[in-house]
């Protein structure tokens, strides 16, 4: 998903398909150390829909779960296992 050439080239494949984070969706992400040093323009990311488009609702949504800046809201892989799409067919 994010083929970056190089940290900033990373960094901004991220930004532009997650958004640019900030203190609603990552709060205290700038009290981060390197908080800050890089500058992107504001934006609002992709939808996943339009990234993998033929992707299941389910799939999306686990996507977005892993996808998340807060780790505090991010997933974890014991939820993971639990999220409806490795419960919906097809199960092959």
């Known amino acids: 998903l994010f083929p970056g050439e190089n940290d900033i080239d990373q960094l901004?494949?991220?930004?532009?398909?997650?958004?640019?984070p900030d203190e609603t969706?990552?709060?205290?992400?700038s009290e981060l150390p390197d908080y800050g040093k890089i500058l992107f323009?504001?934006?609002?990311?992709?939808?996943f829909q339009q990234i993998v488009p033929s992707a299941?609702?389910?799939?999306?949504?686990?996507l977005k779960c892993f996808l998340t800046y807060d780790p505090?809201?991010?997933?974890?892989?014991?939820q993971a296992l639990l999220h409806p799409y490795f419960f919906t067919e097809p199960l092959a």
């Open 25 to 29: 969706t990552w709060p205290g992400i």
């Open 41 to 47: 323009y504001p934006g609002s990311g992709m939808p």
């Open 12 to 20: 901004h494949r991220v930004i532009s398909i997650l958004g640019t």
């Open 56 to 62: 299941s609702a389910e799939a999306l949504d686990l």
């Open 72 to 78: 505090r809201r991010r997933i974890t892989a014991r």
